[in-house]
């Protein structure tokens, strides 16, 4: 059971907008960098967002990220099929000392 | 260009101990805010962060596996080994070794995986 709650699937259609909720508590999004990572089916997952809300180089600016309390939100306009993967928010944890996941997003492109 | 790669056995035991190699380049575990990690996820799950080894020395572990994990470094080499102890069945997974960014927390540059299946 992870301490970062996330929804299973979101869903839309070619170009449209999907957010993604990462929620957590006082002791880990709230006092710490966010960051998220897209994963593809059979591949490593790739740093998507940073430090709450920057992207690495490389990586569109269709994908955005943000935080405000316990909780924390991927975007991603401009809907893509190649945008269909699971996406995972990540952050350290003081409480358990230890970097937590959460459980995943599979985006769907209709 | 920093690259890592994940190198051990695919098959183990169950109750044996698992070591895994990470082999890196494009940086030093020497220098300053480097931080080298690995994390595993088992078929069909989540991700789940195992241990971080600091250019200090310093060392993070999971808190559900602590008992079981190990990490050292050797600059030297530029390698990270990571062992698991009494290895399980539940173990089975993809073990990923990771670039921790130099600031922050996030990991920024994955190694391609390495699957370990734990079987009799």
């Known amino acids: 059971q992870s301490v970062l709650t996330q929804p299973p699937s979101v869903s839309a259609a070619p170009g449209q907008k999907v957010t993604i909720s990462c929620s957590g508590s006082t002791s880990n999004i709230d006092n710490n960098y966010v960051s998220w990572y897209q994963q593809f089916p059979g591949t490593a997952p790739k740093l998507l967002i940073y430090?709450?809300?920057n992207r690495p180089s490389g990586i569109p600016d269709r994908f955005s990220g943000s935080k405000s309390g316990t909780s924390a939100t991927l975007g991603i306009t401009g809907l893509q099929t190649g945008d269909e993967a699971d996406y995972y928010c990540?952050?350290?944890?003081?409480?358990?000392?230890?970097?937590?996941f959460g459980p995943g997003t599979k985006v769907t492109v209709l | 260009q920093i690259t890592l790669k994940e190198s051990g056995p695919t098959l183990v035991k169950p109750t044996q101990t698992l070591t895994l190699t990470c082999t890196f380049s494009g940086f030093s575990l020497t220098t300053l805010g480097v931080g080298v990690g690995w994390i595993r996820q088992p078929p069909g799950k989540a991700l789940e962060w195992l241990a971080l080894i600091y250019w200090t020395d310093d060392k993070r572990y999971s808190p559900s596996l602590n008992s079981r994990l190990t990490i050292t470094k050797d600059a030297s080499k530029n390698q990270v080994v990571l062992t698991v102890t009494n290895m399980d069945p539940v173990d089975t997974a993809t073990y990923y070794c990771v670039h921790r960014k130099l600031t922050g927390d996030a990991f920024d540059i994955w190694g391609q995986g390495t699957t370990v299946t734990v079987s009799s």
């Open positions: 430090d709450n809300d």
């Open positions: 990540g952050t350290w944890d003081l409480s358990l000392s230890a970097y937590v």
